[in-house]
Structures are given as C-alpha cells and as structure tokens.
C-alpha cells in the first residue's frame, strides 16, 4: 500500500503569556491554527496564511531565516519542528495517509479572534497561559509545544 503524504504547517500564535488554541469541530481537540500548504506555497507563508484565515490575527513569526550567500538562492524560515502524523490508519496497520507539518511559534499583537466566514467561529477559541495548559486535558505534544512558544516569546 502505498502512503500519501501533505505537507501541513501550523503556528503557536501567543499573546500576553497565553498561546491560541480552539476545538477542532472534526477532530474533539484543542490546536493551534494549522492547515495543508497549499500548491506553490512555502510552509511559512501557509501558517501565516491559516493564522489570518483561522483568527484573523496578523501573526509576526519567531526567528527569521538565517543570511546565506546562495548566489540563487535564499534560506527559509526554520519550522521549530517538524511533525509527522498518522492520519489515515487502517485495520491492517497501514499507514494510507500523512501530514508532514512544519511547526511555527508568532506572536500576535492583540487576543481579538475575528475569523474568516467558513472557519470556526470565535467562541471556539481560547486563550490558553502556561498554568492553564498543564491543568487542562489538552493533548500533551500541544501542551508542551505551546508552553514552549509562550516561553520562546516571552
């Protein structure tokens, strides 16, 4: 059987000490804004386009790309990580399906969440600070990811 793999970017977008998450309407759980690069996209410039889409935030990414004298070429953005997730899972064990997600930290310059129509709506958003996420049943990857984007920012 042969794997299919996306490429998918998200961003931990944090403000004031807390980072976004919103319940996954499909998925039952809390993640930051995230979604398939799109064809002739680069990784970052798809997780700045889903924070915009998902939030309506004008996110500034953490780090830049580093100065490489590439006579043609130019050095990109460096995901903080790089994920690689099952999403399609058969009974048999095989893997049909994967995102390979290139992982952001951004900070925003305000907490208001204004999506673009179709997205989840802004009650599905919350603002979540360190405290909070270990106290809370979010997944562990995204609690501990998301407490180290607070940090990073901070």
Do not use: C
Not at 99 to 121: K, L, M, Q, S
């Amino acid at each position: 059987m042969e794997t299919t793999r996306h490429f998918t970017a998200t961003v931990y977008v944090v403000n004031d000490g807390a980072a976004a998450l919103h319940e996954h309407a499909r998925l039952g759980i809390r993640i930051p804004p995230g979604g398939h690069v799109d064809r002739d996209e680069l990784p970052h410039e798809a997780g700045l386009r889903e924070v915009r889409e998902e939030t309506g935030l004008d996110a500034t990414l953490l780090g830049s790309a580093p100065d490489v004298p590439a006579p043609d070429g130019k050095a990109l953005p460096t995901p903080r990580y790089q994920m690689l997730y099952d999403i399609n899972v058969h009974e048999n064990g095989e893997v049909g399906h994967q995102h390979v997600d290139h992982v952001y930290f951004a900070r925003a310059p305000t907490r208001d969440i204004d999506p673009a129509p179709g997205e989840e709506p802004p009650d599905a958003w919350n603002w979540y600070t360190p405290a909070e996420l270990r106290e809370s049943d979010v997944d562990a990857d995204t609690t501990r990811i998301a407490i180290e984007a607070i940090e990073a920012v901070d």
